[in-house]
């Protein structure tokens, strides 16, 4: 108990197997005070430590910080709600923990940057844990839960020979998407893709997919000196489909399109390291420890926005034209009954000629093509059909000879070679005659038999990369020493590290869906379609697209909407755990850090001009920036032109300003053990936090909402003050805590004025940035305790109980008025007293509690655990609804015009406040989790989660719905949809591991 540290908890391995914990949900189920991040599709981002979430909590692995979310709210508002992004921080396999290390309250002595309520450190495992006392170690571990379908599947294998030591543990996991409560709510496959949009009320299918390898080789030639390479490898992959999508397009400003999205995410980690570890006792240190690591993290989204079903309006195939092969080498189109067709005389009086039939004597030219598809037009893809020795069934409507023949032929197909070496097939038109003297050959008309429709879906595909990139070079050193009655325990260091944080978007249309008259034939068209020149092969264009040119696959590049930042951060730090008296202690902690922001610019990965043009300079009057002519006395500034690129270079120049942040970080803690059955714990601790990148140079303009960069913005500090009596005796123990969390100059996205691009312009741009608000304070207290039974009777040794509990409270205040009210509260007093209150902090969980009660038998074969998680209802004021302005019933200034704008109704009732429209009612929850050993080498463990089969809605799962954008919405109106965001029914998990 001695060594417990105020607001920290210490999760080992053996834990968390015990708990059959698979993700970071499974790390704090059994905790209070901490929670995930929830985001939809892309899972976990991240924990919630009072008050504060996502990169205002630290996450480290073997003292690597690991990714930060594209963070500032002018991005969430305009692409994280838009699900392109797989803006998520990276978690790591539980499978290669050793221990998780949670610390509640300021923490940037350990992780630096980011840990403003705290933080999580995970350090893996190492061959040495598992070779104590023999020369080799094997396990395999086999698993499943419910929940998911997820199968799991972990070898390690540690080993010892001589002066090496090496470790392997390999993972995998494969399952699908949480089973929200209800999961089974349709009744067939086809219902299910059939319920589209956010009124879809079970979870999208994904499949989800995690491999990881854990490799460390160490090399010892003697107890004094040891150096280690180590592999951390881990893809996390996401593919299946958004059926709860709502695409709304430009072009349909009343309707939307609903779950024709494909995606494919990628969460790709991978850390090499390499370290030198010296134990010989110097005056200096005892031991000392120097490393190196590099870490590419890559988080990738692809969406692929088509409709893919058959009754797609550009696949549509009334009926059910196919292309067969009949004997003798002849291709044919037939129809659904797989016969031909026949000319025949229509009975319209209105038409002329004769019009194709089909077997079934009925006209098909509502359904078929039968003005397109002519032979001069249309080649084949040799590459995709056998073209060597084939023939082909056309249909021919006029000879060479301009006489009406109606009937269909079998032609030759004359092979050619493309200038990519790529083969096609063409049919050549009969000729006859000139028409006239030296005039041009009668021709055939002839034509392949199509459907009318282009045989393909137009696919939108968004393709993202957020990648960060670290070097670290670290020195830690310590000592342990007496220095007159005193005991020191010391630990300092330094370390220097270098951090590239990129993005790159690639969006380009193709080709999906397709069907086999867009595979197996492409177009022959004049360049640049003009009327009467030579027909060239055009592989990239379908026979649908040969009247207008349109392109199958068109791509103009990858640019990117961040610039490229290095962020460079030197680190000093220096510890010491010094005992005055036998109960009376210090920790003095001081850690030095100096974070640099160097951002750049990469011309083969651009951001789009029109993104940084006029942002701190303006174009001049006499700057003609849009339109097709240019008056006279006015310069063309128009894309691309030399102006253009002047504004361009002049506004560039002014972004890539460097930013530092410098910040002292301090640890004081007091320790008193008055008796041997209580300590008394004090810490006074603080934190900082440097904007992200985006935060500070984020640039986006549009006339309805735009972003202004901020090159002069503070770092957000934290302050934590934290008091703690343990009763304490043998292996029982219960602690209580009071603290409180003060921050400072929290970022937030807020209105800063209306602006000119172009001074010549009549247009004001409502711009919008990053800055300071003043101050937050959360305050809470906490219980933890365990009771060993057997400490207390003999008899009943095994016995186990624990109780936990998370009580906290927390507001943003402001000593103004937020600048963004103020244009509302001109058209809209009435709301003068919501919009001036503290606001609420929607990462602050309810109050949580969780009791434990359990057997361990004394052979150590057998055991089991049950949980009860007891969490209180998320009260409806101590909830924030940041689009609160624009929901309730107030006037806005349309062009100029005072109009009144009705409330928008949340579940059945009228929007009035600034309350959240989404939060959990209070829920019991029971997990019972048991562990068998029937031999030495043999563990079953199986659990039964959610015992009583509870209906609940977590606060984390609740507050991550969106009012706006087009994923992880409900229909605010009447609440369908909700049931998507419920917690798992009663679900089980069941594991057996092997161990030599």
């Known amino acids: 108990m001695k060594e417990k540290k105020v607001g920290e908890t210490q999760i080992s391995a053996k834990k968390l197997a015990k708990q059959q914990a698979s993700d970071s949900r499974d790390l704090v189920r059994y905790e209070t005070g901490i929670t995930v991040v929830e985001t939809g599709r892309t899972g976990a981002s991240g924990y919630a430590v009072r008050g504060v979430d996502e990169n205002r909590v630290g996450i480290m692995v073997d003292g690597l910080r690991q990714a930060e979310t594209l963070s500032s709210q002018g991005f969430k508002e305009l692409f994280e709600g838009y699900g392109n992004f797989n803006n998520t921080r990276n978690s790591i396999e539980i499978e290669n923990v050793k221990t998780a290390t949670i610390t509640k309250g300021a923490d940037s002595l350990k992780s630096g940057s980011g840990a403003l309520g705290g933080s999580v450190i995970f350090e893996t495992k190492d061959a040495r844990d598992y070779l104590i006392d023999k020369d080799y170690y094997l396990s395999y571990k086999r698993g499943y839960q419910t929940m ?151 988080n990738k989204a692809r969406s692929d926005e088509y409709c893919h079903q058959s009754t797609c309006a550009g696949v549509l195939n009334p009926q059910g034209l196919h292309l067969e092969e009949e004997q003798g080498g002849v291709y044919k189109i037939v129809d659904k009954d797989n016969n031909g067709f026949h000319y025949k005389k229509d009975s319209n009086p209105w038409s002329y000629g004769q019009e194709l039939h089909n077997s079934k004597d009925e006209k098909i030219s509502d359904g078929v093509n039968t003005e397109g598809g002519k032979l001069d037009s249309v080649l084949i893809n040799c590459e995709k059909l056998t073209c060597e020795g084939k023939r082909f069934r056309i249909y021919q409507e006029y000879d060479e000879k301009d006489n009406g023949s109606y009937k269909h032929e079998d032609r030759d197909i004359t092979i050619r070679t493309l200038p990519n070496g790529k083969k096609y097939g063409e049919i050549p038109l009969k000729k006859g005659e000139a028409r006239w003297k030296d005039g041009p050959l009668k021709e055939e008309i002839a034509r392949f038999l199509f459907p009318k429709s282009h045989g393909y879906s137009t696919d939108f595909v968004n393709d993202r990369d957020l990648n960060t990139n670290t070097q670290q070079i670290k020195l830690d050193l310590d000592k342990e020493f007496h220095l007159w009655h005193t005991q020191h325990q010391l630990k300092y260091g330094g370390l220097y590290e270098k951090t ?234 219960l602690t209580l805590s009071a603290f409180q969390s003060d921050y400072r100059n929290f970022i937030d996205l807020v209105f800063e004025k209306n602006k000119q691009i172009d001074k010549g312009s009549a247009i004001e741009y409502p711009f919008y940035q990053n800055q300071n608000r003043d101050r937050a304070r959360v305050r809470g207290i906490e219980i933890a305790s365990r009771l060993e039974m057997g400490d207390l009777f003999e008899k009943l040794q095994g016995f186990h109980l624990g109780y936990k509990l998370t009580y906290q409270k927390g507001r943003i205040k402001d000593n103004k008025l937020r600048s963004g009210y103020a244009e509302f509260l001109k058209l809209n007093p009435q709301y003068t007293a919501i919009a001036s209150q503290d606001q609420p902090m929607n990462a602050l969980q309810p109050t949580t509690s969780v009791y434990n009660i359990g057997y361990d038998a004394p052979s150590q074969k057998w055991g089991v655990d049950m949980y009860i998680t007891n969490v209180a209802a998320k009260k409806a004021k101590d909830s924030f609804n940041s689009q609160w302005t624009s929901m309730v019933a107030r006037k806005e200034n349309i062009y100029g015009n005072e109009k009144e704008i009705p409330a928008t109704q949340a579940n059945g009732k009228d929007v009035k406040d600034s309350r959240g429209l989404w939060r959990n009612n209070r829920y019991t929850v029971i997990d019972t989790i048991a562990y068998w050993k029937p031999i030495k080498n043999l563990t079953f463990t199986a659990g039964v989660y959610n015992l009583t089969n509870k209906k609940y809605l977590t606060w984390d799962s609740a507050r991550s719905i969106r009012h706006i954008g087009t994923i992880n919405r409900v229909k605010t109106a009447t609440g369908e949809g909700l049931n998507r965001f419920y917690a798992p029914g009663r679900n089980y998990r069941m594991s057996v591991q092997f161990e030599f």
């Open 500 to 733: 590239l944080k990129s993005m790159m978007n690639h969006q380009y249309n193709t080709a999906a869906n397709v069907q086999w008259w867009a595979d197996y034939f492409f177009c022959a068209r004049e360049e640049g379609g003009k009327l009467g020149g030579e027909k060239k092969p055009q592989p990239n264009i379908s026979v649908a697209g040969c009247a207008n040119g349109t392109q199958l696959h068109s791509d103009i590049g990858k640019d990117t909407y961040l610039i490229p930042v290095t962020t460079k951060n030197n680190v000093l730090y220096f510890g010491d755990n010094v005992q005055l008296t036998s109960w009376l202690g210090l920790d003095l902690n001081y850690r030095y850090d100096h974070v640099k922001y160097l951002p750049g610019y990469d011309e083969k990965t651009p951001v789009p001009g029109g993104l940084i043009t006029g942002i701190f300079v303006p174009f001049g009057k006499e700057d003609v920036v849009y339109g097709t002519s240019i008056p006279n006395g006015y310069k063309d500034c128009r894309y691309n032109t030399e102006c253009y690129k002047k504004n361009f270079k002049d506004n560039l120049a002014l972004l890539l300003r460097k930013t530092d942040y410098k910040h002292h970080s301090y640890n004081l803690g007091l320790n008193l053990d008055p008796t041997n059955w209580l300590r008394v714990q004090l810490k006074y601790a603080n934190a900082f936090r440097a904007p992200t990148s985006d935060e500070i140079y984020m640039t986006f303009k549009h006339p309805d909402f735009s972003i202004g960069p901020n090159t002069n913005l503070k770092a957000e500090t934290a302050k934590t003050k934290e008091v703690a009596f343990t009763f304490y005796k043998e292996n029982s123990y």
């Open 148 to 298: 998911n379908n997820q199968n799991l599947k972990t070898l390690t294998l540690a080993g010892r020979s001589k002066k090496f030591d090496i470790l392997i543990i390999d993972t995998t996991r494969d399952g699908h998407e949480i089973e929200n409560y209800d999961y089974k709510i349709y009744p067939n496959k086809q219902a299910d893709l059939s319920a589209v949009g956010p009124t879809r009320e079970k979870a999208d299918p994904y499949q989800i997919t995690r491999q990881s390898t854990l490799i460390k080789l160490g090399f010892q030639p003697n107890e004094n000196h040891r150096l280690s390479v180590a592999l951390d490898d881990s893809t996390l992959e996401t593919k299946g489909m958004d059926l709860s999508y709502a695409f709304r397009a430009y072009s349909q400003a009343k309707s939307e399109t609903y779950g024709e999205r494909i995606i494919h995410d990628q969460s790709k980690r991978k850390n090499i390291q390499f370290s030198y570890e010296n134990f010989s006792q110097t005056p200096f240190w005892d031991h000392i420890k120097l490393s190196y690591s590099s870490q590419k993290i890559t």
